[in-house]
């Protein structure tokens, strides 16, 4: 049984930082892209930050861009999101997902999704 299990997020002033983690259990990590996604009430849910198999290749949403970097731990079997100088409109909840597709971009490929933990940023 896959379980994504999400990390981290809590209240945070702007400017703040916060490292979001995800450990993966049930799957062979290394085999799996991996993405940070966030949503917000009456809003789609969006992705923030892709990362492929080796961590070699990274995506992100130009709205975090220079702000938020994601990166993986194979041996521990985690993701992480470490964002920095953040805004008010960076809160929602934030959800780790992996994909065994052949994208690591294809957002539509993503099968297994965390519970989600909530960041909430304060002006």
């Known amino acids: 049984q896959v379980q994504l299990v999400e990390s981290g997020g809590g209240l945070v002033q702007a400017g703040g930082s916060l490292r979001l983690s995800c450990a993966a259990s049930g799957l062979t990590f290394s085999n799996v892209g991996m993405g940070w996604f966030r949503q917000t009430p009456g809003k789609e849910r969006e992705s923030v930050a892709l990362?492929?198999?080796?961590?070699?290749?990274?995506r992100y949403a130009d709205s975090v861009k220079g702000r938020f970097t994601i990166s993986r731990d194979n041996r521990k079997n985690t993701v992480y999101l470490q964002m920095n100088s953040l805004k008010p409109e960076d809160t929602a909840v934030y959800y780790c997902a992996g994909t065994r597709g052949g994208s690591v971009f294809n957002t539509a490929g993503y099968e297994f999704w965390g519970q989600g933990t909530q960041v909430t940023v304060s002006s």
């Open positions: 990362i492929n198999r080796n961590g070699g290749i990274t």
